[in-house]
């Protein structure tokens, strides 16, 4: 054999060498780990796995053991999601797949909802969307999401309109009884139709605000503007000075300008508010918070009085303590007080005073109480 021949033998021997050597590395490595796991020593176990996809990335089988581990045994959702995410873009109908993958999601997307981190967890629950398009506790986290995050002028209506179908989806795909864990305490747990609902309503109720802000405004420049006409007008008049004999004039009735609310978001927004009474709460206090807004619903947006001293009364009925419900039940019987004098009912007058005196006196009560 020729000199040149037998360097290139030596250096196919030594490749063929070098090759095995690798193999049978990833080949003991892997099953170093398999025993290890078998033995419940997973920490141990989990770092000849990562030896062996150092050495091979794609291999599926140290691959989905290593998952197996990282999701089911150690609940590392870090590491989880590494091995979880490569696996499902393979194997997307995999169902313990999809299960270790939605798990590192949830997790992931639950953790910085909490943290308020509403941009980066909505990206994860819209990932797990993908796989589970009905999970309702993810479908309320991403509506709710959507919500705080628009909340705050400048709103973006079309993401509150997201949040709306959002909000109903997870409605759908939930029962009375589930609950998600509130974002502010650990120890706490949401009713996820309630919550919904409440968004829901409170999402018509901003943008009814929004429009009554603005019509108040209008209606401050107008009796500005009026006013300061009247005084340049009073100015040009000469001063005279006359006696008039005094006489009781009747008073004219003034006649209050109505708020044009938009009739379809009034509408839903008492719906929802009714849905949410309907569904059994635990906390007292939340009880009424329904009952409360339909009633100033009515008070302010359609100068209704009587019908929100109705709704306060069934607020009373669940919590007779509440001193919200007392406080505006006592200015709606002042408003009502004040309508009864103006359309000179003064029989009606007195007694809306004298219930008046009443929630004043509760009002009092319950504030040295507490």
């Not at 590192?104 to 993908?130: D, V």
């Not at 019908?307 to 303590?321: H, I």
């Amino acid at each position: 054999m020729s000199l040149k021949g037998f360097r290139t033998w030596m250096l196919w021997m030594g490749g063929l060498l070098v090759l095995s050597t690798l193999t049978t590395g990833c080949n003991t490595e892997l099953a170093r780990a398999r025993k290890l796991a078998g033995n419940k020593d997973y920490q141990t176990a989990i770092l000849y796995y990562e030896k062996a996809l150092k050495r091979d990335p794609d291999d599926l089988d140290a691959l989905k053991e290593a998952a197996q581990i990282y999701c089911d045994e150690l609940k590392n959702m870090s590491k989880c999601f590494e091995k979880s995410e490569k696996l499902y873009k393979r194997f997307k109908k995999d169902p313990k797949i999809q299960d270790w993958y939605k798990k590192s999601l949830w997790t992931f997307a639950n953790n910085l909802y909490i943290q308020q981190l509403l941009g980066k967890s909505s990206k994860y629950l819209r990932k797990y969307l993908e796989i589970d398009a009905n999970n309702g506790k993810v479908l309320y986290m991403l509506a709710d999401a959507r919500f705080r995050q628009n909340r705050k002028p400048p709103r973006k209506d079309d993401e509150l309109i997201k949040a709306i179908k959002e909000f109903h989806l997870a409605i759908k795909n939930t029962k009375p009884s589930d609950t998600v864990r509130s974002k502010f305490d650990s120890k706490n747990k949401l009713i996820i139709q309630w919550e919904a609902y409440m968004k829901v309503a409170g999402i018509y109720d901003m943008w009814i605000k929004d429009k009554f802000l603005d019509w108040q405004k209008k209606l401050e420049e107008e009796a500005k503007e009026k006013a300061q006409k009247a005084a340049k007008a009073e100015k040009k008049k000469k001063r005279r000075r006359r006696r008039r004999r005094r006489r009781g004039k009747k008073k004219k009735k003034v006649e209050k300008p109505k708020f044009p609310v938009n009739e379809e978001h009034f509408k839903k927004a008492i719906e929802a508010y009714k849905a949410a009474s309907k569904i059994p709460q635990s906390n007292k206090y939340k009880r009424t918070v329904p009952y409360i807004q339909i009633a100033l619903f009515y008070a302010q947006f359609k100068g209704d009085n009587l019908e929100g001293v109705k709704w306060l009364k069934k607020a009373e009925q669940e919590d007779d303590t509440n001193l919200s419900v007392a406080g505006n039940m006592k200015m709606l019987y002042d408003r009502l007080k004040e309508e009864a004098e103006n359309n000179d009912e003064k029989k009606l007058a007195k007694k809306y005073e004298k219930m008046s005196v009443v929630y004043d006196s509760k009002v009092a009560s319950l504030r040295g109480q507490k």
